[in-house]
């Protein structure tokens, strides 16, 4: 009879204490992982933040940009075309009847040639446009805007349909290839540039590679100077930041291969050609 | 009165506290299964006063509590509905729900042994609630919800019935074979171990009440 006293009193208490253990468990359990949730929560909310900077840092840099040309292209060329369009009209006086004739022809067209600059300058003054647009014409434009200069000439090619990207993104790819031209400006003294924009939905592949001299990479990669190669790391940094994925390949002498990969979410892009 | 008498009133203290307390969620609009959580614990409130003027005239009073357990665990269980999200989870608690009634009144009526306490009927009423806030801790462990688990009073119900269920189910469930052989650990058991998971049990309940004012419509 004691013995089974015993039993049941060993019972009870192993039951007891098994089952506030086990609450305990849980309850620890619970808290550790609610923490855990948080703490990722928090740094999914960090990494937003950072990456909403880096879009307003971006389209500052766009418009800085998209400002300096405006400059330069009203000082050069929509400044000298009224310039020519005025002298033209002050000729008009002196010049006969047929002359004239021909005067106003000429001033029309260097007026709608003033007027189509501005239009462009327009466009390019929102970064907002790179998004209506689309990333086909968003480029056609900046390679127009490059040949304007003259320095060399820049074989784009389009191939596959075009697909939505998400805005953010697609004005970050256009801030990496507008750096990738603008440094084949400042570096290269090559003919011709090879502009490939690729669509193969989901993917998107953009090539972009020139005749220049091109530079040693692991060296200016590899400096820790602030300037030096300061272009590149962004360049590098935003396409991280994407998702996308950069490669940079040059060598002294043998101009410079820039390609990036970018994979759209499927959720997040909608393919023009099922619209 | 005895001092055995007098610690055996000090879980009473708590489940009138709890009681007062879970009346606010008729006072301030609390969600349905908060106020149906209430109407439990005023029965269970009830039955304890009732049970304990009985038991001071050693009036016998098993019956009372196995009119508890009757009406309480499918109470428990219902509060317990519309905080799952899993249909499955929810089917099994209207299951019990309906058959827990009906096989306590098939024991009751037929088997006439409506004078000892069901003990039956409390193992298993009280393993199912147990199952119920394991589940729940499991739903709240998986759940992307932004909100503090302290903040969620079925969190503190939980904790609570976890507690209560697990120290008292083993115990209750040999009361009848306690009483028999060996009365005088049942009365100690029951007078210190019983009633502070009660205590525990009472804490807890009052705390989920207390959790919060404001609840999402």
Redesign the interface.
Known sequence: ?QN??QE??L??IA??V???M??II??A???I??KR?FRF?QQMEDQKKLFEQEILRTQLEIQTQTFETISHELHDNVSNTLAAALLNLNMLEKDGEAGALNRMEETKSLILEAKNAVKDFSWFINPENINSAGLTLSFSQLVEKFSRLKLFTIDFVVEGTEFNLESSRQIIIYRIVQEALSNIVKHSNGSTVQFTLRFNHPQLDIDICDEGPGFNTGQVFSTTMETRGAGLKNMMARAKMIDAHLEINSETGKGTKVSLTYTANRQNNLNLQST | MSSSQIIALVPLIFIAACTIVSWRSFRLNFPGQLKLLSIAWTIMFLVEITGHITGYFNIRNQWLYNALFFCWYPLLAMSFYYQFTNPVIRKTITGFCILFPILFLIKVLFFRDNYGLQTLFFVIGGSYIILLSILYFRQLYLSEDNEQITRDPYFWFSAGFLLYFGGNVPFLGMYNYLDANYPGFLRFWGLYFSNAFIILLNIFVTVGFLCRTIYRK
Do not use: C, D, G
């Open positions: 009879m089974n006293l049941v009193t019972i009870l039951s007891s098994i089952i506030l086990l609450t849980i309850i359990a619970l808290f992982n609610q949730k929560r």
